[in-house]
């Protein structure tokens, strides 16, 4: 999950570099798929840690990590900011 992760950074951060502007339909896709790649973080992790600690310890404690959850959610709104905004400049384009 890590190197999707960082893949799915690098093609966002690729993408910013080369457009023209940041309202762009390839910037606000990969800002979608990045927050949607950290959805499989949110599960994955936690799950992982409660197995660990169930097999070192029998103590089966299952916790959702809060803060990994907003920050999914921060860039996932962020990603419909930004399509909102694509969708502002192409209506202010239309009209000059």
Do not use: R
């Amino acid at each position: 999950f890590q190197n999707a992760k960082i893949e799915e950074f690098d093609k966002l951060c690729k993408e910013f570099k080369t457009c023209e502007t940041p309202f762009s339909e390839g910037v606000i896709k990969h800002i979608k798929q990045v927050g949607f790649s950290l959805i499989p973080w949110c599960i994955v992790y936690p799950t992982a840690e409660a197995a660990a600690d169930f097999m070192v310890s029998n103590n089966l404690n299952i916790s959702i990590d809060i803060g990994m959850i907003i920050m999914v959610l921060v860039v996932l709104a962020l990603a419909y900011i930004f399509q909102y905004g694509a969708m502002l400049q192409q209506e202010s384009d239309e009209t000059l």
